[in-house]
């Protein structure tokens, strides 16, 4: 097995869940609703908690312990997609980023489940079963939002527009693409990204959104091989401000 | 996490004459019998409109209570503090939609609680109106505020409104998972570096009177509240209370080799009770009455929310749900 290819697999994956988690937690205290607010902070524990789980079976493969990985490195060695470290900015964009992501993760943890690599398949049938409830939260407010009043419509049809470019990204393909479907650890970028469209749209249909012509926009692409926007190195710097005081202390 | 020393004000009993003597005095002989009082039940105005205030008073101090923490969330220094901090505060936030239902259940609909917090009508508790500098005030308050507000809360779950004592009940069980959390925090910095240990002291010495503040004032100068105390709305005195604090807390900082910013100190051996420099009286009603160092802030922050939000709130209504007050 290339243990190249296997780790940048799970360097993306573990990466994309901390900082959408970082972001998420990002709306305690200040969310639409207290609901929403403890919606959102119980998405942010699983996908931290998702992104320790595979910063450990990266250890397993060799790499630092898990606080090590998350909390000393810099943007540039950081593998998530750019939308994920997008500012929350309005709950619209938020609500848009939860759908696109958490559609898509959805989609490559079923399939990462059949995966070779028999301890991420294992990993996978759990994340999955908590995924479930990521993706009933988003559909459930996508329906409703999407269909409820002038301004919801307007706000989420904006945002929709503006985050699908940058959610394209999250299928980005890495160099190893070919070994990983090659030796069946996952599946591929380019199949995840046909079935995540096909969700999309079934969902979308079901609101007074119209779905973004995809074909003719760029994918924002880059945050796979650690180039990123302005706006995840201050992020970084934000959650290793006390670590950084004494990384060898224990806190 | 809630003081209750700031709730009561002196209040008028003069309207107890209104009421119907039979109903108050079956209504008083049932709270003596230990029984609760439900929401449809028959209550004296004076008794609905206490309970609303305190209850309202401590969901807004949970909410209001989730933003010194929360701001540090995004900074808990690796995996296993990031995780149970941010559970923690979202407990904070649950407990918030619990009580503003528990008061829902009295008459008030939440978004008149949550405009009364905005509009400065209603107050939450005085300790959140001091900020978190660094990391170690954060563990200030998950282990120690949260302990004085467990005391409260313990008191007041064995009070006479039946929807906030179940309400409390739940909320003391999560909470005695926060005090172990910040504890568990508080000794890593204890046994820490010469830093981690500077932190900590330093967190304590800014957070001390806050602290004494948090019981509310002394009994020697506090409104009279008997008719509270036997109607079971009020459990203790505030001075009963802080004194219960200092007996559970202040032996455990002196076993981590903190000092407590009072050289009077002292258990009184003879009397069982603190002794104690007298908290600073005027600097709490100068906080309590909005010019602490935090309160434009926090409800700046609380405005700002419930602004951006309204779009979203608006758009989930349903034209044929209204909220329907539950009297007896």
């Known amino acids: 097995m290339n243990n190249l290819a296997l780790k940048e697999l799970l360097y993306k994956m573990a990466d994309d869940q901390l900082i959408l988690g970082h972001r998420n937690s990002e709306w305690t205290g200040f969310g639409p609703l207290l609901e929403e607010d403890i919606a959102f902070s119980s998405m942010a524990q699983d996908k931290v908690g998702q992104s320790l789980a595979l910063y450990t079976l990266l250890q397993t493969l060799g790499e630092s312990d898990p606080d090590t990985i998350a909390f000393t490195r810099n943007a540039s060695r950081f593998h998530n997609c750019i939308l994920v470290e997008l500012p929350n900015q309005e709950y619209d964009f938020s609500l848009i980023r939860h759908f696109l992501f958490d559609t ?70 890495s160099p190893y693409e070919a070994e990983l479907i090659d030796q069946k650890i996952f599946a591929g970028e380019a199949a995840l990204k046909e079935k995540w469209l096909a969700r999309i749209e079934s969902v979308i249909h079901q609101t007074q959104l119209q779905l973004p012509d995809w074909k003719t926009l760029t994918p924002v692409y880059g945050g796979r091989e650690g180039k990123h926007s302005e706006h995840l190195q201050p992020l970084l710097d934000e959650m290793s401000e006390v670590f950084r005081i004494d990384p060898t202390a224990e806190w | 996490m809630y003081g209750g020393g700031n709730t009561f004000e002196g209040i008028k009993t003069d309207s107890l004459s209104q009421e119907d003597p039979v109903k108050l005095a079956a209504f008083e002989a049932r709270i003596a019998r230990g029984e609760k009082i439900e929401p449809t039940d028959w209550m004296p105005q004076l008794y609905r409109k206490q309970l609303i205030r305190m209850i309202e008073q401590h969901a807004h101090s949970e909410i209001i209570g989730a933003l010194p923490e929360g701001t540090w969330i995004t900074r808990a220094p690796g995996f296993k503090r990031k995780m149970a ?201 100068r906080v309590i009455n909005g010019n602490g160092p935090c309160n434009k802030e926090r409800l700046e922050v609380r405005r700002v929310a419930e602004a951006r939000g309204r779009w979203v709130r608006e758009a989930l209504k349903s034209p044929k749900a209204a909220y329907v007050t539950p009297l007896a």
Not at chain 1, 141 to 160: P, V
Not at chain 2, 231 to 243: H, I, L, Y
């Open chain 1, 104 to 173: 898509a993760e959805a989609l490559r943890f079923e399939a990462l489940t059949n995966s070779a690599y028999e301890p991420l398949a294992q990993l996978a049938r759990k994340i999955r079963g908590e995924l479930r409830y990521h993706t009933l939260h988003a559909n459930t407010w996508m329906k409703q939002l999407g269909s409820a009043t002038e301004e919801s419509i307007t706000r989420l049809q904006k945002s929709l527009e503006a985050a699908f470019p940058y959610a394209l990204g999250i299928f980005e393909t």
């Open chain 2, 85 to 285: 901090l941010m559970a923690k505060v979202q407990d904070e936030v649950g407990h918030a939609q619990l009580l503003y239902s528990a008061a829902e259940t009295l008459g008030k609909s939440r978004e008149q609680m949550i405009d009364d917090l905005i509009n400065g009508k209603s107050k939450y508790s005085n300790v959140f109106n001091y900020p978190t500098f660094t990391w170690a005030d954060c563990c200030f308050i998950s282990w120690l505020v949260d302990a004085g507000a467990i005391v409260n809360q313990l008191a007041n779950a064995k009070g006479s409104y039946g929807p906030y004592c179940r309400a409390l009940e739940r909320i003391c069980a999560e909470e005695s998972f926060h005090l172990k959390y910040g504890h568990h925090c508080v000794i890593y910095l204890a046994s820490g570096t010469a830093k981690q240990r500077q932190m900590f002291q330093e967190a304590l010495n800014r957070w001390w009177p806050p602290m004494m503040h948090f019981f509310g004032p002394s009994d020697k100068i506090s409104a009279h509240t008997e008719v509270l105390m036997r109607w079971k709305v009020k459990m203790g005195t505030n001075d009963e209370m802080r004194n219960q604090f200092l007996d559970m807390y202040v032996p455990k900082i002196w076993e981590l080799g903190f000092t407590i910013p009072d050289p009077n100190l002292k258990k009184n051996t003879e009397t069982g009770k603190w002794e104690y420099t007298e908290p600073d009286w005027e600097e709490f009603k």
